[in-house]
């Protein structure tokens, strides 16, 4: 998981803003207005991304070169898709694990959440803030 920048294309329509990210298949979303259209890119943007990262498919480089149409102008738009990984999938998993005894009587004797205790150490080991 990672951050990008791809360039977007938006398009004035009589009602709002189309968008299109052309280096990307299927990415594409619109807006009544410009913030709404510039929301809603971010959110497609890391939505694809975040996809191309979990199916393990190529992520292409973006393009620097655009065709433009008349109503059109290019945005950059960013992403974090750790970000929207950690927004959008946040359910619990059930594991199962083994400990001495000895350390589980002293946990629970101090009263550790041993979930907590859990997703704290892995946090550190995997270095996320």
């Known amino acids: 998981m990672a951050k990008y920048v791809y360039p977007a294309i938006f398009t004035r329509e009589k009602k709002g803003f189309s ?3 052309k280096d990307l ?3 594409y979303t619109c ?3 410009l913030e709404e259209a510039i929301e809603m890119a971010e959110d497609v943007l890391a939505f694809t991304l975040y996809s191309y990262e979990k199916d393990k498919r190529d992520i ?3 393009s620097e070169n655009f065709e433009l149409g008349e109503n059109d102008f ?3 738009i960013r ?3 750790e970000e929207y990984h950690r927004m959008h999938n946040n359910k619990a998993v059930k594991k199962t694990l083994s400990i001495p005894e000895w350390l589980n009587e002293k946990a ?3 009263g550790l959440n041993f979930s907590q205790v859990l997703q704290e150490a ?3 080991r995997l270095d996320i803030a």
């Open 19 to 21: 968008v299109v990210f």
């Open 25 to 27: 298949e299927g990415c």
């Open 31 to 33: 807006g009544d207005t």
């Open 60 to 62: 292409p480089d973006a």
């Open 74 to 76: 290019v945005n950059y």
């Open 79 to 81: 992403c974090n898709t």
């Open 108 to 110: 629970t004797d101090a």
């Open 122 to 124: 892995l946090k550190e």
